[in-house]
């Protein structure tokens, strides 16, 4: 059931070092694809990193402020999530509305993933903390394309206990 998958997702610091299966990654990468976007835009393309290629990039991006998030090396597996050039219509609908829907296709493109990957049994985690200047440098990325989060994937070392939520009460309203 749904409910239960979501309520099974948690943030992961603590990952195994083991790899992941390429069919995992894939399948995890499909249901980020199949993903909706505004006007079916797909503003977004995905670097995955593992190996000595991941631990490069943790080495250059978690430095001098953002080393905090350092222990985002140990993960087998790290996502980059770009976010590309928008149409001129996603532009005009970003205008009118005072909002940039690349960020939340991207955003539910993410949630895609991080729930396959709790499906499958693998922890993960969004990182946001991270030296961008760096990255968009180490990836090499175009004029346009921005790292907008990485998304950590492995199997669990840590069990984290529930957080606690505000009430049904606080968040919801209901009115007619």
Not at 34 to 48: G, M, R, T
């Amino acid at each position: 059931m749904f409910e239960e998958l979501v309520k099974k997702r948690k943030s992961i610091r603590k990952f195994k070092e083991n790899p992941i299966e390429r069919e995992k990654i894939e399948k995890i990468l499909q249901c980020a694809r199949l993903s909706p976007s505004a006007c079916n835009s797909q503003p977004y393309k995905f670097i995955v990193m593992s190996g000595e290629y991941k631990n490069k990039f943790c080495d250059s991006v978690f430095t001098g402020m953002f080393s905090s998030c350092s222990f985002v090396k140990k993960a087998p597996l790290i996502i980059a999530m770009i976010r590309t050039k928008t149409s001129l219509k996603m532009k005009i609908g970003n205008m009118v509305c005072d909002t940039d829907f690349s960020l939340i296709d991207l955003g539910i493109a993410g949630e895609h993933m991080v729930l396959a990957a709790t499906d499958m049994g693998l922890g993960s985690l969004w990182v946001g903390w991270f030296d961008r200047k760096k990255a968009f440098e180490f990836l090499n990325l175009k004029k346009g394309e921005n790292i907008e989060i990485i998304i950590a994937i492995g199997e669990k070392d840590e069990e984290p206990n529930e957080r606690k939520k505000k009430s049904f009460e606080d968040i919801v309203e209901f009115r007619s």
